[in-house]
């Protein structure tokens, strides 16, 4: 393995990435035979990295000790595009072990972005949300109809998304591996005792697991300098592996992008309704709603004032434009929806 990453090297097939202190991450410049592109470690991490992916992925990258300092970091999964918007290939099992990476083995703050249909139609017009996007390490697929989408470019020899992996059920996944591996948790924002309400409720399905701290920031003061000063204040007492945002999207992707540098946090995540939907202040949709793509149906039935402008008069008449955009690419042969740079999850977060 290491003399064919030593071949790949010598033959320039890599694209130039920087050292982040023991690991860095190489994507080659033509498709691999798996998913993951190349990880670069110090001798005394390859076979501990390798262990790790073998274990969580079922393969492994190519393995390289040493290299040059020239090289700059790109990544380790592939994506697949839909509506311009490049959403990483993983399952929720994949995901939550990503994190895990970014926690363990990462010196620089991550985001996660969780991306649906609103937030698409949303980011043709807010260059600032799109920011977020780009920077984000990893964009999970949250809604059914990226996936359905991802399915219907297939047709066209690319790749498809792997599954559906909701900020909703992420949630619960983090409270597992904190059960299971110590990761500390802070739940930030909601509406006034969601935190509280999903902490004790994370608390009570995975006992044990590591809730370090909750706050909602008082919506009147907010946007206020004191507020923004408190917020941090408290995160950064709590010193957590995982921040979970609940401002609602995009304002709490952007606040993530503005402050991920200030909080000393290695993975934040913008998580939307779940504590009051973990707590049950709202209830999420049933299965069968969320296996047919109709969560926001649902939603749509608990709270039309609010939602009906958002659901019906801007996203669904997006979704029929997307759709034959998406159909019309295939027939005519359009541009494969894989991304070959790999660009998804950066782990010296760098591009």
């Known amino acids: 393995m290491l003399g064919s990453a030593a071949m790949v090297m010598m033959k320039n097939e890599l694209r130039k990435s920087t050292t982040i202190e023991s690991l860095t991450v190489h994507a080659p410049a033509e498709q691999p035979s798996n998913r993951f592109g190349m990880v670069v470690a110090s001798p005394s991490n390859v076979k501990q990295l390798s262990s790790y992916f073998d274990g969580n992925f079922g393969e492994s990258p190519a393995v390289c000790i040493n290299p040059s300092t020239a090289y700059k970091s790109s990544s380790i999964v592939s994506t697949v595009t839909v509506g311009d918007v490049p959403f990483s290939r993983v399952t929720m099992q994949e995901t939550t072990a990503l994190i895990l990476l970014m926690i363990q083995k990462s010196h620089v703050p ?99 697991c590591d809730i370090c701290g909750t706050y909602c920031p008082p919506f009147e003061t907010f946007n206020t300098q004191e507020e923004q000063d408190e917020i941090l204040r408290r995160v950064r007492a709590a010193s957590p592996d995982v921040l979970l945002v609940a401002f609602g999207a995009p304002k709490q992707e952007k606040w993530i992008l503005a402050n991920k540098h200030r909080l000393g946090v290695p993975v934040s995540i913008g998580v939307g309704g779940s504590f009051e939907m973990a707590c049950g202040i709202a209830r999420r949709a049933p299965k069968i709603y969320q296996q047919l793509g109709l969560e926001w149906a649902y939603r749509l039935m608990q709270d039309p004032a609010r939602l009906y402008d958002r659901y019906v008069r801007h996203d669904l008449p997006f979704l029929a434009t997307l759709l034959i955009k998406t159909i019309s690419d295939v027939v005519t042969g359009g541009r494969s929806n894989t991304s070959r740079n790999r660009h998804a999850f950066r782990l010296g977060g760098l591009k």
């Open 110 to 208: 991550h985001h996660v972005v969780t991306g649906n249909l609103d937030h698409l139609y949303r980011l043709q017009s807010d260059v600032e949300f799109k920011s977020a996007y780009e920077g984000a390490s990893l964009v999970l697929a949250d809604g059914m109809p990226i996936v359905w989408l991802s399915k219907i470019l297939r047709l066209n020899g690319s790749d498809e998304l792997s599954e559906r992996v909701a900020g909703s059920d992420l949630f619960w996944e983090l409270g597992r591996i904190s059960q299971s591996h110590g990761v500390r948790i802070f739940l930030l924002g909601g509406v006034e005792g969601a935190a509280d309400g999903a902490k004790e409720a994370l608390e009570k399905a995975y006992p044990g």
